[in-house]
């Protein structure tokens, strides 16, 4: 399985947009890595999230590779992954921050 | 990036308490790294199953970018767990703060990998031209 952690602030994202995102992400995990999307869901409840200090409107979304991935290829897939949430969701690249981790 | 995020037992830290927080822990990490603001994250849950409370009251797990001295991370610690217990009426030995160090190549932040510490001034420039040329 591939860890795949989202955090979002509550009421941003409608369970309809969650399960096509739920879809999107395993597809690239089983493309990108081989194995499912093991995804972990987190909403920041209202009044509980801040960004530079004002209501946040940003979601961060954060694999775990299963290897060591090339600079190359994790630019490659961090622009895929954050096209596929803006594309989901009709956030601004500026409200979404993407993360790739090698292994520990 | 970074991302604070605080696990608090239910009811520990009020919304009140957490705007006042979000606000120090901004206010320490552009103090201590110089970063921007706008790059702070400060999110807070309850009770939250994948960060353990391990019996305190309060735990602050910060995920900064790599590149920080063990000097910096302290003052960090320090200063965020005395924020939590000013503003929530904490014990100081009930909150837990932990920083995690992520290569700022890993993240990806308004479409750009983000800046080594100390880049950034030249980051959000570069950043801001592309933003300028894709809106014509």
Known sequence: MTTCNCIVQAGQISGET???????????????????????WVEIAPGSGYTASKPSTSSIVSLAANKPVEQSERIAMLEELCDIWSRETGCSLDEIVGVINDPA | ???????????????????????????IHCDVTEAPPAFVHAFF??????MPLDGKSAFLLGSIRSGR??????????????????HA??????????????????????GDIMPEPGEEDQWIAAHEAKKAAENG
Do not use: C
């Not at chain 2, 990036?1 to 957490?18: C, R």
């Not at chain 2, 904490?90 to 703060?97: A, E, F, G, H, M």
């Open chain 1, 18 to 40: 969650q399960a096509a995102l739920r879809t999107r992400l395993d597809k690239f995990a089983q493309a990108k890595f081989g194995s499912p999307a093991e995804i972990g």
């Open chain 2, 1 to 27: 990036m970074p991302l604070y995020m605080t696990n608090a037992a239910q009811g520990a830290i009020t919304d009140a308490a957490k705007q006042k927080i979000a606000a120090d822990i901004t206010r």
């Open chain 2, 89 to 110: 009426a904490l014990p100081l030995d009930d909150i837990q703060v932990v920083i995690r160090d992520t290569p700022a190549s890993w993240v990806m932040e308004g």
């Open chain 2, 45 to 50: 849950v309850e009770d939250a199953p994948h």
């Open chain 2, 69 to 86: 001295n063990a000097e910096q991370k302290a003052q960090i610690t320090d200063e965020m767990r005395q924020a939590i217990h000013q």
